[in-house]
């Protein structure tokens, strides 16, 4: 295998580190941060601090709301990351068999992408407005009391709802373009070894498609975690009451609504752990199993 | 989200950083938005033609959380704003960080400035001193929890408004609701049904005078038989149709009353200002906050609500001239006036209350001078205010459990037991902070 080399040290060195200025700056000093003060306890304004050893992770296992809030967050995550994939991988199985006007189907399937999650919380707040969202009257008329902001599973459904809506789309250009990859010879082999579709799709097709949804998990995971902050903001209007948060919600509100700085990068080292974990997750355990073409 | 009030922060620093000329420029971060706003920079702009020595730009920060958030990051950066608008949540935390603010009273005598804290009206006077009762920060903007009613509704139904619960149980709450209405809503739960439910039946809030001996074993005392009474109550009114609840949201509550579907709402003395905006399609008006009679006979004054002006430490003497000049300003009679008829906020002097007594404002309003009444009752051992430190959790806790008793997903003995766990906790964590 031939290999490109570089005569000297220092120039991969210096085209690195414009890159490596910035994970310095914006992840591993703030990271790093977030550890040593997650062993304190502050005074807001930065006057005092008190060095409590672990004692602010002692109180977060010790809350069984923390406990509510992690429990929440993790069937969040499944329904959203399943939800979206689910429906995403329909939608352009179904996408990629329309010939006439293909385009126009695709781009109108894709559209949404370019929402961002706060707006498309206010688009969720209209639609699910307790007073005359069309949703709302929806669910009414199937005999649920659906009450956005007042009732816990009413806003989780919302929440999940918005968050699946929004996501469809990066799910679906991937899985399309996944879709579109797979050898037409290989598809053809397929429909003469077997005639159902289902059965072709299930054999084939997946198996074929493995690496993209694989790597959409974990993207979707991530999107469910995170990216979703601005949608529970909007949905709760920042109040949250007894409505269902995110992790990553309850460390914005404890460490900026409540100043509790200690107790909230507490939680962020207990966010930074679980995403390390996802990751040698992804790395180690699934990606052995998935063969890239 | 917070990469844009970082930017936000920083465009901010930068305006305020390019302040020098002749005059003393300085800046007031406030929380102020829509209608409150426009009257805040009304005044600021009056008070920038009123002299040519100095002159102030009143920045809008957001919520009062996020005006607080963004003033503490900014003070930790060392890039304060003059002054700052911290609300009644928020006070324990700006108060106990000695050394962040300038006693607004050692402020004004110290540029020469009459202060006499007895000019003040006596429900807003401590409610932001220290324990020896000298004034930390200017009580601004106060409100007071009252509550309004539809007139129509309550002529309907044969009722006049309720002095206490007990009156609403049996009488005004029945009658409305055979005329076609939910009684009661109400917006503000941990405000108004707990810390003013405390202050309108002179019961303790916390140990330690309430929080004002500072933050070392402050223990709330929330857990007491008449608010759980109280709650106890609601959720049965709730069940028959007596009392509805939207949600922790502020407007949710607020619109089934705009929209006459119920009758009587508890809100802020500054909602007045808007509800006359709003073309309400009703006559409304407004009383004091009902009570108990099994819990007092006597009740009452009320605590404040809204917020307080803090000067903040660290600019150099003309600026901070400038910032008493701006709160001597502020608290002239005339500008309170105009504060008050403007918004609906009580005017805090009495020489303000006077003035708008005088000028017929409350023969042409009579609802616009409930919050400064119901402040101006006498007061008792637990009225001068609360002082707790982490109190915008303790307010999310609050809201968190009396919204699961009201969704009946927790009974009203549990969430109290658990309001006053996780409280105390939270006091003992902010009482470690302080050291």
Sequence with gaps: ?293 | MTFWKIAALNAAVAISATAAWAETEITLWHAMGGQLGETVNKIAEDFNASQDDYSITPVFKGSYEETLTAGIAAFRAGEQPNIMQVFDAGAATVIGAKGATIPVQDLLTENGVDFDITDYISGVRYFYADSDGKMIGMPFNSSSPIMYFNVDALAKAGVSAPKTWEEFQTVTAPALKDAGYIALSQSHLPWIFTENFMSRHNLPFATNDNGYDGAEGTKILVNNDAIKAHFTALTEWKENGLFEWYGTGWGDNATPFEEGEVAMWLGSSGSFGGLMKKDLGFDFSATVLPYWEAVTTEPKQTFIGGASLFAMSGHDAEENEAAAKFFQYLTSPEVQYFWHKETGYVPITEAAYELAKEDGHYDRFPAAEVGIQQLSLPGGDNTKGYRMGFYVQIRDVMNREYGRILSGETSVEDAFANIEKEANDLLARFAKTQG
């Design chain 1, 1 to 293: 295998m031939k290999r490109a080399g570089f005569t000297t040290v220092w120039l991969p060195v210096a085209l690195l580190l414009p890159q490596l200025m910035i994970i310095a700056i914006f992840f591993y000093w703030p990271a790093a941060w977030a550890v040593q003060s997650s062993f304190y306890l502050q005074d807001p304004f930065g006057f005092g601090s008190t060095f409590v050893g672990v004692e602010n992770y002692t109180d977060l296992m010790t809350n069984s709301e923390y406990g509510k809030v992690a429990r929440f967050t993790l069937i969040y995550t499944v329904l959203v990351t399943f939800f979206s994939l689910a429906l995403a991988l329909l939608l352009a199985v179904k996408a990629d068999k329309v010939i006439r006007g293909a385009k126009s189907y695709r781009t109108l399937l894709m559209w949404v992408y370019a929402i961002a999650p706060p707006v498309a919380g206010f688009l969720g707040l209209m639609f699910f407005d307790q007073r005359n969202g069309p949703l709302t009257e929806m669910f009414q008329f199937f005999g649920w009391e659906f009450r956005l902001g007042a009732d816990f599973n009413s806003t989780a459904t919302a929440m999940v709802i918005v968050a699946v809506w929004k996501q469809i789309p990066v799910n679906f250009i991937f899985f399309l373009s996944g879709l579109q990859s797979i050898p037409k010879a290989v598809r053809e082999a397929a429909l003469i070894d077997n005639r159902s579709a289902t059965g072709r799709f299930w054999d084939v097709t997946f198996p074929l498609l493995a690496p993209t949804a694989f790597f959409l998990l974990i993207i979707n995971i991530t999107y469910a975690l995170f990216d979703t902050f601005g949608i529970v903001d909007t949905l709760v209007r920042s109040e949250p009451g007894n409505n269902p948060v995110t992790l990553v919600y309850k460390v914005f509100v404890d460490g900026f609504r409540g100043n509790d700085l200690g107790g909230s990068s507490a939680q962020s080292v207990i966010l930074m752990i679980l995403v390390l974990v996802l990751t040698v997750f992804q790395f180690r355990l699934i990606e052995r199993r998935i063969h890239y073409t």
